[in-house]
Antibody
Framework: QVQLVESGGGVIQPGRSLRLSCAASGFTFKNYGVHWVRQAPGKGLEWLAGLSYDGRNKYYADSVKGRITASRDNSKNTLSLQMNSLRAEDSAVYYC???????????????WGQGTLVTVSS | QSVLTQPPSASGTPGQRVTISCSGSSSNIGSNTVNWYQHYPGAAPKLLIYTDNQRPSGVPDRFSGSKSGTSASLAISGLQSEDETLYYCATWDDSLSGPVFGGGTKLTVL
């Protein structure tokens, strides 16, 4: 079955950088778009970034554009999220999610990981 | 503030039918299809309904979705104790050029 496992979270000081990873299995990773979504404490879900199946097309939420970079390695079935200049408001559980449609982005997230917690604090 | 508006809470008794609303605008729900996610805290969110009213394989037919104008609804019939959790609506927003979520509704089974 589809499995997405995030890693890389932890406590990080404001202003520092952090790289999150997501290991995918159970499906043909190179055929599907993937996304990053976060949930801050007590808040709802927030989409951050989406990548096409081949990684050529990347989309970012305005709220984080310029501070994050999403990438994927189809040879390793992994997705990454580089986050820079971290702020307290970036504290959240970060999820990776798989797009539903083969070789297209339909912005429907049909499988999710369990998330990795990032806490930005001095 | 979330782009899509959901009631923060909803409740029902076992066996009852409950609905959760999701209100948006012409730039999101009014021109795009709606998806619903079920999320147990600490677990991976789960796609419950997509494209307004389609159920992924494995989702019981007790769950149904509908949309009218700039609002959408998730209905849960034959309410069960295990339905007690958080539900989020989501859709694409043409103005923001990205997917947006509702703030989530906490469903309590009394």
């Amino acid at each position: 079955q589809v499995q997405l496992v995030e890693s890389g979270g932890g406590v990080i000081q404001p202003g520092r950088s952090l790289r999150l990873s997501c290991a995918a299995s159970g499906f043909t990773f190179k055929n599907y778009g993937v996304h990053w979504v976060r949930q801050a404490p007590g808040k709802g879900l927030e989409w951050l970034a989406g990548l096409s199946y081949d990684g050529r097309n990347k989309y970012y939420a305005d709220s984080v554009k310029g501070r994050i970079t999403a990438s994927r390695d189809n040879s390793k079935n992994t997705l990454s999220l580089q986050m820079n200049s971290l702020r307290a408001e970036d504290s959240a559980v970060y999820y990776c999610a798989k797009d539903r449609t083969v070789r297209s982005l339909d912005w429907i997230f049909d499988s999710w990981g369990q998330g990795t917690l990032v806490t930005v604090s001095s | 503030q979330s782009v899509l508006t959901q009631p923060p809470s909803a409740s029902g008794t076992p066996g009852q039918r409950v609905t959760i609303s999701c209100s948006g605008s012409s730039s999101n729900i009014g021109s795009n299809t709606v998806n619903w996610y079920q999320h147990y805290p600490g677990a991976a969110p789960k796609l419950l309904i997509y494209t307004d009213n389609q159920r992924p394989s494995g989702v019981p037919d007790r769950f149904s979705g509908s949309k009218s104008g700039t609002s959408a609804s998730l209905a849960i019939s034959g309410l069960q104790s295990e339905d007690e959790t958080l539900y989020y609506c989501a859709t694409w927003d043409d103005s923001l050029s990205g997917p947006v979520f509702g703030g989530g509704t906490k469903l309590t089974v009394l």
